[in-house]
């Protein structure tokens, strides 16, 4: 009987990997494998529940910002990722599925490793999250071809949005008949039985004074778009709309605590009018927020795809997203949210002013119908992209 590996060596998107680890185990009897275990570096606050098969991939955990790290560390460090790789080739046998995912962090050492497990897995299957994620990189070697070296240890890719799916078809000429989709899945099952924390939603009552709440839940850097957050906020006031912020979510590339200050300064956003939880967060924390936000607000510039909507349609909170990317999949138009157009945000303005103008909310404009978030169903994910690894 065949068996399936997942290895997912950084283990960046916690999130992700404990909703479909989970459920993939819970399917896994049902399916033509045989057994199935995960490889990774687990976070004390996302850990796999201990009924799923895992073990340690890379024991001195770090976020692998390397370019905070003392070069002599740097390079022990770099030494230790790849050495991981071996151990967890001598676990691999002829009969076994090997599933692996990455953010193409680290192209080079990864594209290394994974020549020792491709030699004995029957097939090499990588779910891709990203295009664009780079940390650590060897010079004079385009980003391109770093990320086509790892693309091409592996037979076969799942992609998180058609979105990624095209523009990696278009990059690396990849067959095309060896390529999946499975659309970033919504996180209910993995939340449905935790506890929102009712410290930070009576806070978060107190601060907005019932005013309808706009949340922004992502990185905070210009690219997911923190700064139109604060600029929609603001021009929302100015037409006499008041809506309460709330943002949540880790500072970005470049973006610091001092700058993200200046940015509501400049904007022209009070303290008093955002509430700022910026830093990693709990599930309880997660669900305080989506419990008493009326929308989410997700303007990316450009986005391969998005854990944060997922969440928010999850919980079955209307989002308002710019119109690029993998938006354009997981938002449905009038149905779960809206999509709006990055050049043209007076258009989106007038709408949220005609409705909170006239008494409404966006909760109660996007009912909860079955399918607000069905296209993007776990369980039907997970079990369709099984069948398909299973081909």
Same mark, same amino acid.
């Given at each position: 009987m065949n068996s399936l590996i997942w290895l997912d060596p950084i283990n960046r998107d916690a999130h992700f990997l404990k909703l479909i680890a989970e459920?993939?185990?819970?399917?896994?009897?049902?399916?033509?494998?045989?057994?199935? +275990?995960?490889f990774t570096t687990n976070r004390?606050?996302?850990?796999?529940?201990?009924?799923?098969?895992?073990?340690?991939?890379?024991?001195?955990?770090?976020?692998?910002?390397?370019?905070?790290?003392?070069?002599?560390?740097?390079?022990?460090?770099?030494?230790? =990722?790849? =050495?991981?790789?071996?151990?967890?080739? +001598?676990?691999?046998? !002829? *009969?076994?599925?090997?599933l692996y995912s990455s953010g193409v962090s680290l192209p080079e050492l990864e594209s290394f490793g994974l020549k020792q497990i491709r030699r004995k897995a029957k097939s090499m299957t990588m779910i891709v999250h990203n295009l664009e994620d780079k940390q650590y990189s060897l010079p004079l070697i385009s980003s391109q071809k770093r990320s086509y070296r790892l693309l091409s240890c592996f037979d076969r890719w799942i992609f998180l949005s058609e979105h990624m799916r095209n523009k990696a078809l278009?990059?690396?000429?990849?067959?095309? *008949?060896?390529? =999946?989709?499975?659309?970033?899945?919504?996180?209910?099952?993995?939340?449905?039985?935790?506890? !929102?924390?009712?410290?930070?939603?009576?806070?978060?009552?107190?601060?907005?004074q019932n005013l309808p709440i706009m949340v922004y839940i992502s990185r905070l850097d210009i690219a997911h778009g923190i700064d139109l957050f604060y600029q929609t906020l603001n021009q929302l006031h100015a037409q006499g709309i008041d809506l309460y912020g709330v943002v949540l979510g880790r500072l970005g590339k470049g973006w610091t605590l001092q700058k993200n200050q200046q940015m509501m300064k400049a904007c022209g956003i009070d303290p008093s009018q955002v509430l700022l939880k910026i830093g990693s967060y709990s599930y309880p924390e997660l669900l305080a927020v989506l419990n008493t936000s009326d929308f989410v607000f997700a !303007?990316?510039?450009?986005?391969?795809?998005?854990?944060?909507?997922?969440?928010?349609?999850g919980e079955k909170v209307p989002v308002l997203a710019s119109d690029v990317g993998a938006n354009r999949e997981m938002i449905k138009h009038g149905?779960?949210?809206?999509?709006?157009?990055?050049?043209?945000?007076?258009?989106?303005? +007038?709408?949220?002013?005609?409705?909170?103008?006239?008494?409404?909310t966006m909760g109660n404009l996007f009912a909860p119908i079955p399918s607000f978030n069905s296209h993007l169903d776990p369980w039907v994910a997970v079990k369709k992209m099984l069948a398909w690894i299973e081909e």
């Open positions: 459920i993939i185990h819970c399917q896994i009897k049902n399916s033509n494998f045989s057994s199935f +275990k995960v004390t606050h996302m850990e796999l529940s201990g009924e799923v098969p895992c073990s340690s991939f890379f024991t001195k955990y770090t976020n692998l910002e390397l370019g905070k790290i003392h070069p002599v560390k740097k390079i022990g460090l770099l030494f230790d =990722y790849y =050495y991981s790789f071996p151990r967890v080739a +001598k676990e691999v046998k !002829p *009969d076994n599925f090997f278009s990059l690396f000429n990849l067959d095309r *008949d060896r390529t =999946y989709v499975m659309l970033h899945p919504h996180f209910h099952p993995m939340l449905d039985n935790i506890e !929102p924390d009712r410290d930070l939603i009576s806070q978060i009552k107190l601060a907005s !303007p990316y510039r450009d986005i391969s795809q998005s854990g944060a909507i997922a969440l928010a349609l149905v779960n949210g809206l999509l709006f157009d990055l050049k043209n945000l007076d258009s989106l303005l +007038k709408e949220i002013k005609s409705l909170y103008s006239g008494g409404d």
